[in-house]
């Protein structure tokens, strides 16, 4: 009925899940790039015509995701739509509500105006709530889904994600804070679904450290056993075997001492603690940085401890002769013009592998080593790098990332460096190409960087993974993750009516 004549072309697998979707709270499991919006956009053109005065909401994480989405929908529908955000004054936002049909907003914006009574859900025959994964703890999705479900005439939730969650937890918390009775999943392989997948071929290239590099590595190893001995020399892990100790080990001991400290319990040796296990998280990270990164971002890391530290914890480490050194010898190896493995085999992919009129996104998880990515691809022929970031302290505003995205799609830039803030939802039309820097431990975040590359062509991905480090791990962490992801839908998938008993997944939990 609103749907503009020849503009959507529906795919069997989305007729397929409409069907199923169009009066039930469902769950919608696809692989990404292959169309959530229009199923959406489907079940919101059945919802407004079934009842003629309802209104229909949509949420996305963020603003430049729901920007994306009030495009699409505008380009396919003829009906009056609406986009409010926390930028936008709560009496333009309350009129937004009473005039539009479809009203596309983040969830935190949506909580606000529920709260402040500026926004009434009555009307609303829709909630669609994209990236749906993040439906447990306290996010905004969660009260929203609640109070939408007690106060909606006629209510309905369509929850659309591409990886759902790992464990069963998880997709139980997810599906019963939804309402959710319904669950429609499909893989790349699904006869529906098949002939529109494009072909993305994996690589993964390990490599190994140099012997500059292994030295400062070793020397870091020494000097954080070194800290463990001095926790355990103030009673503190005195029984933990010193091969079982690492990073989460040391934040959990942390947040327990921290709890002491709160709890009045305030003495020397919970103080000590709280310092040492603060200096050896950091010692993790420069490990991290210096084994999987780069050299700059090790030495970058490094010169905020010794120039612009002012912790206590800063302090005793700039105070160290082996963070000294570790700076100096880290300095002098950049002078040098000597680096991380990565960087050159990034360089000889993009030359080897890449052409000018592509594109491609390189992953990575820190903002320094995007910079330091950044700087070395300037110097590469025909490539035209850009870095794309989330917001915060330094960061891109959403404006600047949307300009980003034009720019890319557009062809100013050729290669996006990013982190994890292009990983979730957004559509980047045309990714040829795709390199994660790193490994990551996450199922989610794997299956999403996937996502990114072959959504209209066939596509390469190449995985660097630095031999003895943490990359080795999470790339294992993140595969058994996805394996038991994929385990579990299959399992939902052939018992559906079990889950429709009750609205939960406490069958398979």
Aim: net charge positive; hydrophobic share 40%.
């Amino acid at each position: 009925m609103f749907i503009r004549s020849g503009k959507l072309e529906e795919r069997e697998y989305q007729k397929n899940i409409f069907e199923s979707a169009k009066d039930v709270n469902t769950l919608v499991v696809i692989p990404t790039g292959l169309g959530k919006t229009v199923i959406s956009i489907m079940i919101a053109d059945y919802r407004l015509s079934r009842y003629s005065n309802s209104q229909v909401l949509f949420l996305a994480p963020t603003k430049p995701l729901i920007s994306q989405h009030y495009k699409t929908f505008y380009s396919i529908m003829d009906i009056p739509l609406g986009m409010v955000s926390g930028e936008v004054p709560a009496g333009e936002r309350k009129n937004v509500y009473e005039v539009s049909r479809i009203v596309f907003a983040t969830p935190q914006t949506i909580e606000n105006d529920l709260d402040k009574r500026i926004l009434n859900l009555s009307k609303f025959s829709l909630l669609v709530v994209d990236e749906a994964h993040h439906t447990i703890g306290n996010y905004s999705y969660v009260k929203i889904a609640k109070e939408y479900m007690a106060s909606a005439q006629h209510p309905l939730i369509i929850a659309l994600t591409a990886s759902p969650a790992s464990d069963r937890e998880k997709i139980s918390a997810i599906c019963q804070n939804l309402s959710i009775s319904n669950v429609e999943m499909r893989a790349e392989d699904d006869p529906d679904v098949a002939r529109y997948v494009k072909s993305k071929v994996v690589e993964e290239i390990r490599l190994k450290l140099t012997k500059e590099i292994e030295e400062i590595v070793v020397r870091l190893q020494l000097f954080t056993q070194e800290q463990i001995a001095a926790l355990q020399n103030i009673g503190l892990l005195k029984t933990a075997s010193l091969k079982k100790i690492n990073r989460v080990t040391i934040l959990m001991l942390q947040k327990s001492l921290q709890a002491r400290m709160l709890s009045g319990k305030r003495n020397f040796y919970t103080i000590r603690g709280i310092i040492i296990t603060s200096k050896l998280l950091k010692l993790y990270h420069a490990m991290l940085l210096i084994s999987t990164q780069s050299i700059g971002a090790f030495n970058r890391f490094l010169n905020k401890i010794l120039k612009e530290g002012t912790s206590k914890t800063d302090k005793e480490l700039a105070k160290s002769a082996e963070i000294q050194w570790m700076y100096k010898e880290s300095k002098r190896l950049l002078d040098a013009g000597l680096e991380h493995p990565k960087l050159a085999k990034l360089s000889r992919i993009l030359s080897e592998s890449f052409s000018p009129d592509q594109r491609a996104i390189i992953f990575t998880q820190y903002r320094d080593t995007v910079d330091v990515i950044c700087n070395m691809l300037k110097g590469v022929k025909d490539i035209r790098p850009v870095k794309f970031i989330g917001q915060g302290k330094g960061g891109l505003s959403q404006k600047e990332q949307v300009e980003i995205i034009r720019g890319f799609e557009e062809g100013v830039y050729n290669v996006l460096v990013s982190t994890s803030v292009s990983e979730e939802g957004i559509s980047i039309k045309g990714v040829d190409l795709a390199i994660f820097y790193e490994t990551i431990p996450s199922g989610i975040r794997s299956i999403q960087r996937r996502g990114r590359v072959g959504r209209f062509n066939a596509g390469k991905i190449f995985i660097l993974i630095t031999e003895g480090t943490n990359d080795e791990g999470y790339y294992w962490a993140a595969k058994h993750k996805e394996s038991r992801m994929k385990k579990l839908i299959k399992k939902i998938k052939s018992n559906p009516e079990t889950l429709k008993n009750d609205g939960t997944l406490n069958p398979f939990v």
